[in-house]
């Protein structure tokens, strides 16, 4: 097991899948904090306003975000994400996660350079683990 | 004056055979030329009789006879088309009469064979070819028309005069002949025409027209020139041919293929949507069910049995939803009717007056420009009930919802506008999103996004199309197009 990650990060509509994520970070101890927005407007709005305010607040070490939506889905996330991404001053590591098993939507994921995988729910617990240990050790 | 000899080798000439006619006696004798015609025969009944037998088409023995017993008693001239049976065997068509008896010669009459064969045949065969050509234009709607660019003057044939709707005495104006083009074809109309007078270059298009009473319709038009001796041009002719039927029929045929290629696409979605939504709540049981084997107490495990309660009454109320979609769909079997606005209307209201009323939503109709349509009446019920909610469930935070809801007539398309006074929407951001299904823009705990898929789904499974216009704030509109 390598390093905790300090800041996880969960964009998803899904309250009861977001609900079963946490518990599983907290029952494998996989990260001492954890950010929750339940849409892509409220995580973008988050971050633009650290960057505004120069903020202390830190960034996460990785993010795990839904597609499908209310007000702003992963894809426009995604887009505006872009523009401000490089502005921080860290490795964000970003996941896409859904349950769409529809190959565009996995293509259209890979054509972003900040997409690291896309993964389809529901992700194993062993792979919740890998995922963090190796981000662990990135980030390290 | 000619001799008998140097007649009859005139006459031979002319292929003009004749009968001399002993008035008295009735007795025939056949000039040689006759004789000759027919082949020289041997008979020994007289030469009336055999001719009538023997040389004279049936169809024409009744006549003859008729008019050769008046002719021999009452001296009565005639003439008749008949066909002989000649020397080949073949029958030919000749012109029967009798010389006028210029010298009150009561004892002889002479009656002549003039050979019309040939022009007989000419004559029917221009016959046949006009029918054809008139068969032709008539079933394929095919009008003759002739410009002349020297005088200036054009000349349509009945047909084209009954393509263009106008009537058989209408003379078309030589300077105005365009507005019988829909304006939109003018450039191609006017290329065409000056390229085939300049350089006789001859074109076949297919133009939309207008009538006299300015209704559009299609035709497939050719143009070729026309040129004297010298070799100038000096009109162009051509034929229009009637194709609104087919060419409507074409365009109806590629409305619904587009139509069934986005519905396609639509259900394509639909199904990757469907398999999406129901995998999010397995995808979540598989995670319950992982973290129960992790589970060390009893404890940790029973703290896990809400989650699995709220899991499947989501997945019901997706079952449920995805089951609503395919129901409405299949409403699809059943009739257009002419339906009233206002009692589709009415019932709408009926049946949401609870929502209206919590609301204090304000309807407003006008109906009188369009009082009814033919439609399927769940269709429009169900539209109006999607628009209606939808502008009270996103209506402003600071005004009561004000929804005006007007149809109309608008170049012979009939629309239905739903506009309310509510939060509005950004259609950069959202407009190509609207209609999708689950597809929500506002923290709606009702949102569910399927109202304006189901929408969009009806009207133009009945062959319409829906748009929006809005602006934040202000308020959003609807138009339906049927």
Redesign the interface.
């Known amino acids: 097991m390598g390093q905790k990650v300090e800041l996880a990060c969960i964009i998803d509509d899904d309250k009861i899948y977001v609900n079963l994520v946490k518990k599983i970070i907290e029952i494998k101890k996989l990260s001492n904090n954890l950010l929750i927005f339940k849409n892509g407007k409220e995580a973008l709005d988050h971050f633009k306003l650290i960057l505004e305010n120069a903020s202390e607040e830190i960034l996460p070490d990785i993010i795990f975000l839904d597609i499908n939506m209310p007000i702003m889905d992963g894809w426009e996330f995604l887009n505006e994400f872009i523009k401000i991404k490089n502005i921080f001053d860290k490795k964000i590591t970003l996941y896409v996660v859904s349950s769409s098993i529809d190959p565009r939507d996995l293509e259209r994921a890979k054509s972003f350079n900040l997409v690291t995988d896309y993964l389809i729910k529901p992700i194993e617990l062993k792979k919740f683990e890998k995922i963090f240990d190796r981000n662990g050790h990135a980030a390290a | 004056m000619l001799n008998d000899l140097q007649l009859n080798s005139i006459l031979e000439d002319f292929d003009i055979a004749y009968w001399k006619i002993n008035l008295l006696s009735k007795e025939v004798t056949w000039s040689e030329h006759f004789n000759t015609l027919v082949g020289n025969p041997e008979f020994s009944e007289s030469h009336f009789e055999f001719f009538l037998k023997e040389i004279l088409h049936q169809d024409y023995r009744y006549d003859f006879r008729v008019y050769f017993d008046k002719l021999t008693e009452e001296n009565e001239a005639f003439s008749i088309e008949l066909k002989l049976k000649l020397s080949n065997g073949k029958y030919r068509w000749f012109e029967c009469r009798n010389l006028k008896n210029k010298e009150n010669n009561k004892e002889t009459a002479v009656l002549l064979f003039v050979n019309i064969h040939q022009s007989k045949r000419d004559q029917y065969t221009i016959e046949e070819n006009f029918f054809y050509y008139r068969e032709t234009a008539q079933m394929t709607n095919t009008g003759g028309w002739y410009i002349d660019t020297v005088n200036k003057n054009i000349y349509w044939d009945n047909v084209t005069k009954k393509i263009i709707d106008c009537p058989l005495d209408y003379q078309p104006p030589y300077e105005e002949h365009y507005k019988f083009y829909a304006p939109e074809e003018h450039p191609t109309v006017t290329s065409a025409f000056e390229k085939c007078e300049k350089y006789g270059i001859p074109f076949k298009v297919e133009l939309k027209m207008q009538n006299l009473y300015h209704k559009d319709f299609w035709v497939r038009a050719t143009g070729k020139p026309v040129y004297n001796e010298e070799q100038d041009i000096i009109g162009i002719r051509g034929v229009f041919q009637d194709i609104n039927e087919q060419k409507n029929n074409e365009l109806n045929l590629q409305n619904s293929l587009d139509i069934i290629a986005t519905q396609n696409s639509r259900l394509f979605n639909f199904a990757?949507i469907v398999?999406?939504n129901l995998?999010?709540h397995?995808?979540?049981l598989?995670?319950?069910v992982?973290?129960l084997k992790?589970a060390k107490t009893d404890a940790d495990k029973i703290e896990?049995i809400p989650?699995v309660a709220?899991?499947s009454e989501?997945l019901d109320s997706a079952i449920n939803q995805l089951n609503e979609i395919v129901n409405r769909q299949s409403l699809l079997r059943k009739e257009r009717r002419i339906v009233s606005f206002k009692k589709a209307l009415s019932g709408v209201m009926a049946s949401t007056s609870s929502l209206i009323n919590r609301e204090n939503a304000k309807i407003v109709a006008e109906f009188h420009k369009l009082k009814e349509i033919s439609y399927i009446p769940e269709y429009l019920e169900s539209i109006l009930l999607n628009l209606i909610t939808n502008a009270i469930k996103y209506k402003h935070p600071g005004r009561k919802p004000v929804i005006f809801i007007q149809t109309y007539i608008k170049n012979e398309t009939s629309f239905l506008e739903v506009s309310d006074n509510g939060l509005g929407i950004d259609l950069d951001q959202y407009g190509d999103k609207m209609f999708g299904m689950?597809?929500?823009?506002?923290?709606n705990l009702d949102?569910r996004?399927i109202g304006l898929f189901i929408t969009k789904n009806q009207v133009e499974t009945l062959g319409g199309s829906i748009s929006v216009t809005s602006t934040v704030d202000v308020g959003t509109t609807f138009k339906i197009k049927f």
Request: net charge negative; hydrophobic share 20%.
């Open positions: 990757h398999s999406h995998r999010s397995s995808s979540n598989c995670l319950i992982e973290l992790e896990l989650n709220d899991i989501n689950y597809k929500t823009f506002h923290e949102s996004g």
